[in-house]
């Protein structure tokens, strides 16, 4: 049997957001003792986390550079913070506003993902898409998820980026790494 790859896709924002959102989640960490976000890249998951054989690793490659382009770069805004309130896991994050180019870059991955992909599962919820930023997550007890949210469901956040590519992120066991980016339609 061959080692298991893990791989998801993303769009990731510009410098400038990458720091504001990691400073956000800096915070957390140190308000809310809940630091496994900071183990990741700030995102906007588009294909959530799945396992590959490494032997099929350029074979996905070769797949994610062919992903037809099907939007053409557009503007993201994110606005103020969300959360889904899961009862032992509980989430924050930043709002992207939902845009049709979101949905259709998203939906567009999905189906071409399942096409390709089809003995993965894709999830119930991949297929009815909530954008989101995640903060905090996995460690964020219930208790600090309450203080938290306190403080966040009314705090401001707002930020505006071009999306003009999205990402294929793979694990290395200690973090995650952007491997490929593929462009939007010009």
């Not at 709002?95 to 071409?112: F, G, R, T, Y």
């Not at 993965?120 to 930023?133: D, N, R, T, Y």
Request: hydrophobic share 40%; net charge positive; glycine share 2%.
């Amino acid at each position: 049997m061959s080692f298991q790859n893990l791989y998801f896709v993303a769009i990731i924002p510009p410098q400038n957001i990458l720091e504001e959102v990691t400073a956000i989640k800096a915070a957390f960490a140190k308000n809310y003792n809940c630091s496994k976000a900071l183990r990741v890249i700030p995102h906007i998951t588009l294909k959530a986390p799945f396992k590959l054989s490494s032997s099929a690793h350029t074979q996905l490659l070769n797949w994610f550079g062919k992903i037809p382009p099907i939007v053409k770069p557009f503007i993201t805004e994110l606005k103020n913070f969300g959360t889904f309130a899961n009862k032992n896991s509980p989430v924050i994050f930043i709002k992207p506003v939902v845009s049709d180019h979101l949905m259709q870059l998203q939906s567009a991955i999905i189906h071409d993902f399942e096409k390709h992909y089809p003995q993965i599962p894709v999830s119930f919820l991949e297929h009815h898409f909530k954008p989101h930023m995640t903060i905090a997550y996995r460690d964020l007890k219930p208790d600090a998820y309450q203080r938290a949210w306190e403080v966040y469901k009314d705090k401001p956040y707002e930020a505006v980026f071009e999306v003009c590519d999205f990402c294929l992120l793979q694990h290395d066991t200690k973090q995650w790494n952007i491997i490929a980016s593929n462009r939007l339609m010009p």
